[in-house]
């Protein structure tokens, strides 16, 4: 069972938007940075939002993310087929002295 | 162009030993984080280890005791000394550098595959 609780798929159509949603406690996205990657099939991972809301260069502004309290949401919008991935969200525990990820949202594009 | 390259996968039986490598260039390696991920088969990401620009590391609690990280400045190289290993490491491992930044890993190797197995 993972430290951050994400939905384990979430759906929606190609050029609609989509939230993924990431909670936690106070000892990890309540006092840290989070971040989300986007993990095609057999491929490393690749990072899309540092530090809450930053968006790495290369990653297309259709890639959002936000924090709020304890939990954080990843928002893709103008979904595309090539967006079908499993995400995961990530941050430091401060308790456990660990990053922590969450348990992956697999995302399908109808 | 930032590139990390592991090696040292491999199969081993419970019990055994296994040291991954991951040789970085592209980047000035001594003055980054580095942490060691995880995935099992069909499975989610795990993070497993980290290892400080200046040295102090981290670990999960699930390896504490058995993997030891470390690093090689001179030779851009990372390190995960497995020990002690169960059918339950079996995973692909990545090498992954830390942004600049307080959180997140911008680049990932293309990952090693490790099976414990008899």
């Known amino acids: 069972q993972s430290v951050l609780t994400q939905p384990p798929s979430v759906s929606a159509a190609a050029g609609q938007k989509v939230t993924i949603s990431c909670s936690g406690s106070?000892?990890?996205?309540?006092?840290?940075?989070i971040s989300w990657y986007q993990q095609l099939p057999g491929i490393a991972p690749k990072l899309l939002i540092y530090?809450?809301?930053k968006r790495p260069s290369g990653i297309p502004d259709r890639f959002s993310g936000s924090k709020s309290g304890t939990s954080a949401t990843l928002g893709i919008t103008g979904l595309q087929t090539g967006d079908e991935a499993d995400y995961y969200c990530?941050?430091?525990?401060?308790?456990?002295?660990?990053?922590?990820f969450g348990g992956g949202t697999k995302l399908t594009v109808l | 162009e930032v590139q990390l390259l592991e090696s040292g996968g491999g199969l081993v039986q419970p019990g055994g030993s296994l040291r991954l490598s991951c040789t970085a260039s592209?980047?000035?390696?001594?003055?980054?984080?580095m942490s060691w991920v995880r995935q099992a088969p069909g499975k989610g990401l795990e993070w497993v280890s980290a290892?400080?620009?200046?040295?102090?590391?981290y670990y999960a609690e699930s390896v504490k005791g058995r993997f030891t990280i470390s690093r090689d400045n001179s030779k851009n190289t990372l390190y995960l000394q497995m020990n002690s290993l169960r059918a339950e490491d079996t995973a692909i491992y990545y090498c992954?550098?830390?942004?600049?930044?307080?959180?997140?890993?911008?680049?990932w190797g293309q990952g090693t595959l490790v099976t414990v197995s008899s």
């Open positions: 992954a550098k830390r942004t600049s930044s307080s959180s997140g890993w911008d680049h």
């Open positions: 592209g980047f000035t390696f001594s003055s980054y984080a």
């Open positions: 290892i400080a620009s200046g040295g102090n590391t």
């Open positions: 106070s000892s990890n996205i309540g006092n840290n940075h």
């Open positions: 530090d809450n809301n």
């Open positions: 990530v941050t430091w525990d401060s308790s456990l002295s660990a990053w922590v």
